[in-house]
């Protein structure tokens, strides 16, 4: 069968289902508030919720095929290639590092200004620093037609054809535009429209899926939905990929906006729900480890010590000198210490010199949801 073609001149739509979507909207809407209450009580957000936005990086890589996992990937941006990496899972880390310093640029970048297709370009050009795509034009968009189907495919046996060239400038004037519009009916459903006509423009010859995805926390702090940019959407997305990919195809092959609206704002309300547990669940286990290491070590470094480990679960023995700014001594009897608490593990024995790797295992498992140290 022929392929789905864009909807050439149909965004932003004209007419959607109100009726249908608004106890959509008020689910998503009450999740979002219960989980943006918890995160305006949490004066270290950005620390405290760091594993989950490494985890998003995994799973919104995860949907575009790569394998690694959030240890591997925390393991490598220390500098060291874990023992037995292959070559493709370490290319597939590296695709996810680069999603993380994208991600940390263009949060810096929306602080200060709104979101641009200058910032766009520049968060695409991030990304595919290094890994596969850096060959495909980074940070610019592309200049002949592109198409989505299974490996080897062609255009006529692609599933589906997104904006023609001579209309790609076009469509994303009119994406941002829309993107930065005020006078929308309801905020949840216009970040619904704007993600699903991003991937249908496809504007990059690669990484638009990671970069698209990654505009949803940001546009729901930068719209006053949340108090900051910590949410993390890619896991519902992952575990129900045939339907995500079978939404975003329908608006152009049925003009069903509505329904992909409907999984859209069901994907919010779970992992807000979600997140929220994640996030109690951390929160949670700050408060204990700190009191457990406070009773424990008696060490004046020892709040500093927590706080390190909350942002870098997976370290090197010298980073809590380095990196948390303890003496040397202190960050050594320190390591000991947590080790002795069963708060820290070995992953990787050192040798010469060649530095020990520890793991703050309770923490990797409530960000992955499951035991994995």
Sequence with gaps: MPPVLYHLGKFPPTSLDWEQLVPFIGAANVALGRYDGLLSAIPNAAVLLSPLTAQEAVLSSRIEGTQATMGEVLELELGDVPEGMTPQRRDDAEEVLNYRRAMRALTAELTYRPLSQHLLRQAHSELMVGVRGRDKAPGSYRRKQNWIGPDKSTIETASFVPIPQASLQHGMDSWEEFVLRRDVQDPLVQLALTHVEFEALHPFEDGNGRLGRMLIPLLLHS???????????????????????????????????????????????????????????????????????????????????????????????????????????????????????????????????????????????????????
């Excluded at 390190?308 to 210490?337: C, E, H, W, Y």
Aim: proline fraction near 4%; charged fraction near 25%.
């Design 223 to 373: 719209k006053g939905l949340i108090g900051g940019p910590h949410f993390y959407i890619s896991a519902y997305f992952e575990e129900h990929r045939d339907q995500y990919y079978a939404r975003l195809q329908a608006v152009s092959e049925y003009d069903d906006w509505t329904g992909w609206c409907a999984f859209f704002l069901t994907a919010l309300r779970t992992q807000a729900a979600e997140n929220e547990a994640k996030a109690r669940g951390i929160l949670a286990l700050y408060d204990n480890v700190k009191t457990r290491v406070l009773d424990g070590t008696r060490s004046p470094h020892s709040i500093r010590a927590v706080d390190f480990l909350f942002q870098a679960p997976i370290f090197k023995g010298p980073d809590l000198m380095t990196r948390a700014n303890i003496p040397k001594t202190t960050a050594s009897r320190l390591v000991g210490d947590l080790e002795e608490m069963k708060i820290l593990r070995v992953i990787r024995e050192g040798s010469g010199r060649r530095p020990s790797i520890y793991v703050f295992g309770e923490l990797m498992n409530i960000a992955e949801g499951r035991r994995v140290f």
